[in-house]
Nanobody
Framework: QVQLVESGGGLVQAGGSLRLSCAVS????????MGWYRQAPGKQRELVAS???????IYTDSVKGRFTISRDNAKNTVYLQMNTLKPEDTAVYYC?????????WGQGTQVTVSS
């Protein structure tokens, strides 16, 4: 059974930092693309960052230079380091992966950035 469990969200002032974690079980993160998505109220879920099998990282334009995705293969955990947070980063953040025809999501963690 594949499980993705996010943690690390919270309330932070603009300019602050948070690190999200996604602990994964049932799937090996080093051989799968892992992604972080977010969904703000009234908006569609969007890809924030992803890291592929060979370590290629992709970021949406609005977070480039501020967010960093990484993984610890030994812990089977994916991270999203978020710096210089802005109020527009406020959203529920979800961890995601795909294996074959299956797609898996975590339960999400709320990030709120106050101005």
């Amino acid at each position: 059974q594949v499980q993705l469990v996010e943690s690390g969200g919270g309330l932070v002032q603009a300019g602050g930092s948070l690190r999200l974690s996604c602990a994964v079980s049932g799937i090996i993160i080093s051989i799968n693309t892992m992604g972080w998505y977010r969904q703000a109220p009234g908006k569609q879920r969007e890809l924030v960052a992803s890291i592929g099998r060979v370590g290629i990282r992709i970021y949406t334009d609005s977070v480039k230079g501020r967010f960093t995705i990484s993984r610890d293969n030994a812990k089977n955990t994916v991270y999203l380091q978020m710096n210089t947070l802005k109020p527009e980063d406020t959203a529920v953040y979800y961890c995601n992966t795909r294996e074959a025809l299956n797609e898996y999501w975590g339960q999400g963690t709320q990030v709120t950035v106050s101005s």
